[in-house]
């Protein structure tokens, strides 16, 4: 099973990016996804999680009303754009799936991370 990260790169502040994550090896229609982050020094935190029909989703405070995540089970993938892009939002960032969950611990699939650094 292997999990795709891409999308990542260099923007300005306020500007915008859109992360992709394509998984192969099994489905996960029927399963939950989420997106996670780790900025250099700093714990992986959750961003966002979407469960298997793409009707529920939860969200981090710091990043609700900016990232939106979304999937497409016919694809097997999920994405998250981010729009408002901040420069506290400069970090690795992980598709994971498996659960509806902000823990990471329950996670069972990871992706290898694509990093996303904005400039001030």
């Known amino acids: 099973v292997q999990l795709q990260a891409s999308g990542g790169g260099l923007v300005q502040a306020g500007g915008s990016l859109r992360l992709s994550c394509a998984a192969s090896?099994?489905?996960?229609?029927?399963?939950?996804m989420g997106w996670f982050r780790q900025a250099p020094g700093k714990e992986r935190e959750f961003v966002a999680t979407?469960?298997?029909?793409?009707?529920?989703?939860y969200y981090a405070g710091s990043v609700k009303g900016r990232f939106t995540i979304s999937r497409d089970s016919a694809k097997n993938t999920v994405s998250l754009q981010m729009n408002s892009l901040k420069p506290e939002d400069t970090a690795v960032y992980y598709c994971?799936?498996?659960?509806?969950?902000?823990?990471?611990?329950?996670?069972?699939?990871w992706g290898q991370g694509t990093l996303v650094t904005v400039s001030s």
């Open positions: 994971a799936a498996g659960t509806l969950s902000n823990m990471a611990s329950t996670y069972r699939y």
């Open positions: 090896g099994r489905t996960f229609g029927t399963t939950g």
């Open positions: 979407i469960n298997w029909n793409g009707i529920t989703a």
